[in-house]
Every structure is written in structure tokens, then in C-alpha cells.
């Protein structure tokens, strides 16, 4: 079945650093790729997707190209800021209900 | 423009109690869907909605129940809780499954079995 594999954290970083947060995937087909993300208390919020291979998500600073070669969709941030402290989820759509497979999250805290 | 907002935010049960977990959404939106969280496991689909009146069962279904009513209302129905519940649980919700639209979340519902 479809899965999605994600590096593990917690990934500690200091402010300014580059981020980077590795995501495989399994899957039949070409599924629609998401990475979402989780601050403290709250729910999940989509930060960016691609639909197709070699499209490329962006939002916030955040970029992540839809590699289908390498079956990747790596997160990646150039500057991060404390305020981008939260668990990221990468997750694919498995099938036109709009169902969702998540990869198990990967907490990044960056410090001062 | 509240979204999705569910109730209670917190919950302890005792083993072998029920409750319903509220949902509502006032976005209009088609599409709804029930989510457990548990540490380091990602997101689990328990039920999903596609339209008022039509519920289709996720990866992780039993112990659970949903009704969908209302296109507004998607409440989750844990019957006989055992402790393997605890976690939190997300309700979601869409416009549609296509592509460009995404699943909105609520805040979640932290509730502990014991």
C-alpha cells in the first residue's frame, strides 16, 4: 500500500540555518504530494503542495520539488526563524476521496 | 469565519465509557474526515464523509462510530472507550477532492483512557 517514510527528529537548528527534511514515498500511480505543518496546540495547516512530477511548492520561504526519479519530496528552507519551530508532516493523496497518508512527523526546533 | 472547530479541546474517560466528539464546519464543505494522532505515528484516517448522509470507514475504524446529518456536522462516537484510544483526534474537512483544494483542520481533541 501507499506509505511515506520522513526523516526523524527532533532537528535542532539555529536561527538563519538551512533546513532541509527529507521525504520518500510509495505509491501506484503519480499522487498529489503536501507537506503540512503543526504549531504548538493547534491543528494541521498546509504549507505547500505539488501535483505533478517536477512541479515545484512553494510558500513562506519554504520550497519542495515533486521528484518522482528518486520518489522524493524533500522540504527545504534557505533562513529559518524561531517562529518555524513545529512538526512537519509530508503526506500524499491516496485516491480521488481526497484521503491522506502522513509520514510520522518531524519536529524542528530552532533556537535563538 | 470560524472553520472547522470541535469540541471538547480535553477529555479523560474512564475505561468502558462513551462520548461524542463534536465537528462542525461552516465553510460549506463537502468532504469531512476524522484523524487520530499518536506519538511519532503521523496521522491515522478513522471515518470520512463525502456528502450529508454518506460515511465510509478510514485505515483504523473500530471502536468508532460517525454520523453525518448536516453538511455542517460530522460527530465521532466512541463507544466502550479502552485505553488504546488515547490520542488526539482531528476533524478535517474540503470543498472537494480535487487537487487544488486543501483539507482544512481543526484544533483537535486531546483525550485520555484510563
Known sequence: ?112 | NAGVTQTPKFRILKIGQSMTLQCTQDMNHNYMYWYRQDPGMGLKLIYYSVGAGITDKGEVPNGYNVSRSTTEDFPLRLELAAPSQTSVYFCASSRTSGDSYEQYFGPGTRLTVT
Not at chain 1, 70 to 95: I, M, P, W
Not at chain 1, 100 to 110: K, N, P, R, S
Request: aromatic share 12%; net charge negative; glycine share 10%.
Open chain 1, 1 to 112: 500500500g501507499d506509505s511515506v517514510t520522513q526523516m526523524e527528529g527532533p532537528v535542532t537548528l539555529s536561527e538563519e540555518a538551512f533546513l532541509t527534511i527529507n521525504c520518500t514515498y510509495t505509491a501506484t500511480g503519480y499522487p498529489s504530494l503536501f507537506w503540512y505543518v503543526q504549531y504548538p496546540g493547534e491543528g494541521l495547516q498546509l504549507l505547500l503542495k505539488a501535483t505533478k512530477a517536477d512541479d515545484k511548492g512553494s510558500n513562506k520561504g519554504f520550497e519542495a520539488t515533486y521528484r518522482k526519479e528518486t520518489t522524493s519530496f524533500h522540504l527545504e528552507k534557505g533562513s529559518v526563524q524561531v517562529s518555524d519551530s513545529a512538526v512537519y508532516f509530508c503526506a500524499l493523496r491516496r485516491d480521488s476521496w481526497g484521503k491522506l497518508q502522513f509520514g510520522a512527523g518531524t519536529q524542528v526546533v530552532v533556537t535563538p
